[in-house]
């Protein structure tokens, strides 16, 4: 099978969504390929932050500005995916004031807005706090569902034509001279080849960015950095918490739906794919994150994961946290003579729109039409119903009220119609799809009392590809990743009962 289009658009996270919308919205023809689902890597691996750009106005003021820029854009665009919390810049007694007073400047300079608060100003905001705290400084920080803002970007260029492709690797690309033309590809799923020929090619692969071009003799200078985060088994704030100091480690709390998630590490990593949390980072982040809310040392944890930050670096440096978040914009035919090529990498998940725009702008460069952006204009299907937790919560127990639909996840209430809505669409092809577009196992049991109804529903609808308790087990070692790391106390005991669950009505072995 060969597929022939416009551009074809490398990578299913924001950047690639975004890009696959935009140009659909300028009436370009396009295909996105993804070796997994949707948000698969740092998209989906992240703390939902919306950014203020507070967190990079010292040291980053760029970064800063477009993170500010962004942020007002998406909560006009994008409310149903946005919590609008506000955030915090608290400042501890062994931070001083120093940094305060600078960040307070840098914010200034930024276009954030900011509002020093007192003492007691702050906690009577977030009374959780720590009670010694010297300030804080308000900025309009906010929390978003990565996963409900990739999928509503790539509805919507479906809605206008794009193509995407879900489970399908680029095993090479096709070269001639000077000029990249297309791609071979092999469906992960049914283990068919075919091929795509395209007039223009965008790696938009974020960490994997130099694994695409290696198939093209290419490279670029990244720094692959692991960020882990742990989520509590409840909503500690209301605000998203930051430290006010020079970024490090442990200093920021955001609040996420029904949890809190505490984050985050920056850890030079060699792999990809193959990375662990260690019991020394969830120390550190549970020491550092418990000095802005003491209740973190008695929280009981449910989950531990981490996601690779791709970041761009022009020359070698030792610390992650010196490097820029910026994005980088790479025409391959002006840099390397190779033709049709582009690659977008580094950013922010906020900047993932701006980031998008540029690319399309340059392929209309590149076609000579003069075509504006319009994806900072218009809205995300969905914005209209500016559904946010709250509102979620109610009309899940109205419509139970009223036609008494079966919960399939109790922790987060996700009742069975919605996972059946999900399951009729032709890219489900696997059961963390499914995941991905609910909210299914994101609660405090993290799957292990809904995900076997889950597979009684793909039973029923015929849809469970393969041995069932196969798909389960693959399951529950994936699950096993993210909880081992913090296997203590409560977490501890509900795990063996989970394992006695699944090793005695499921006969699952070890």
Known sequence: MKIQTEVLIIGGGATGVGISRDLSLRGIPSVLVEKGDFASGASGRNHGLLHSGGRYAVTDPETARECITENRILRRIAPHCIEETDGLFVSLPEDGLDFRNQFLRACEEAEISTTLLSRDETLDLEPALNPELLSAVNVPDGAFDPFALVLENARDA??????????????SMILEKNKAKGVTLKDLIHGEEYSIEACYLINATGAW???????????????????????????LNQRVINRCRPPADGDIIVPNHTVSILGTTSVRSEDEENFEITPAEVSLLMKETSKLIPAIRESRLIRAYSGIRPLFQSEKKEDDRTISRGFVLIDHGMRDGLHNLITITGGKWVTYRLMAEKVSDLICQKMGIDVPCSTHLQPLPGAEERAGLKDRLKNIAQSILKDRGEIICDCELVPKDEVEGFLKEENIRDIQDILHRTRLAKGTCQGGFCVYRLLGVLHDLRMAQGDSNRILKGFLEERWKGIRPILWGTSLREEELIESIYKGIFNLEP
């Open 158 to 171: 479906e809605n206008h034509g794009a193509k995407i492709l879900l489970h399908a690797e680029v095993t």
């Open 209 to 235: 960015a130099n694994q695409s071009l290696k198939l093209a003799g290419l490279a670029i200078g990244m720094a692959l950095s692991k960020g882990s985060m742990l989520i509590t088994n409840q909503r």
